[in-house]
């Protein structure tokens, strides 16, 4: 089935550690984004990426950074992550056509301690 | 600043009609989208409104007013299935969503 997936589905990790959240769709969308969904808060944009080779700054991206070396990939990384980066991470991507309407993947459950 | 208000929360009948609302303050506008998302589970696109009016698809309807800064999401018939949250999001002069923090809808037998 195509769509994004995500990896991992969760995880727990020590403050001070550096972590990647994988992010790869199949659906040859050229702009993706990286959201964190927080109890009681909208989901918030860290990071964005409108085409390959492109990336771009969202609401809340200190602590945060992304790469787009092709159309089907956008990790995340933390490079040294903090418990207030505690929070379910979604991935996003969209076609550019038409509403332009963002579709998600599964999400990533990071819990850092 | 950039602001999207809904209700925290909605108790609704099965069977019955519910309307959520939804009012935004935002730079620019581009775009109104209504998304469902169940616990535990990521975001679905239900509706776009760009346009004022109503938009009808199924059981679903979304309005539009931009000059009130105001969207509504009418769910008819409604079914235990459609206990979710409902997250409201505007896409603002730069292209980017602004969402509210949602909308959990609780359907009653």
């Known amino acids: 089935i195509a769509g994004i997936t995500q990896a991992p589905t969760s995880q727990i990790l020590a403050a001070g550690r550096r972590m990647t959240l994988r992010c790869t769709q199949d659906m040859r969308h050229n702009a993706m984004y990286w959201y964190r969904q927080d109890l009681g808060l909208g989901l918030r944009l860290i990071h964005y990426s409108n085409t390959a080779g492109t990336t771009g700054k969202g609401e809340v991206p200190d602590g945060y950074s992304v790469s787009r070396a092709n159309t089907d990939d956008f990790p995340l990384t933390l490079a040294s992550a903090v418990p207030s980066q505690t929070s379910v991470y979604f991935c996003?991507?969209?076609?550019?056509?038409?509403?332009?309407?963002?579709?998600f993947g599964p999400g990533t459950r990071l819990t850092v301690t | 600043g950039q602001n999207i208000d809904q209700p925290t929360e909605m108790t609704a009948t099965e069977g019955a009609i519910v309307q959520i609302n939804c009012t935004y303050q935002t730079s620019g506008f581009n775009g109104l989208f209504w998304y469902q998302q169940h616990a535990g589970e990521a975001p679905t696109f239900l509706s776009y409104?760009?346009l004022d009016g109503l938009e009808e698809k199924g059981r679903f309807s979304s309005f539009l007013s931009r000059s009130k800064g105001y969207s509504y999401l009418l769910l008819k018939e409604l079914q235990m299935k459609d206990s979710a949250s409902y997250l409201c999001?505007?896409?603002?002069?730069?292209?980017?969503?602004?969402w509210g923090a949602g909308t959990k809808l609780i359907i009653k037998p």
């Open positions: 999001a505007v896409r603002d002069s730069n292209y980017q969503l602004i």
């Open positions: 996003a991507s969209s076609d550019g056509q038409g509403a332009d309407e963002q579709y």
């Open positions: 409104n760009v």
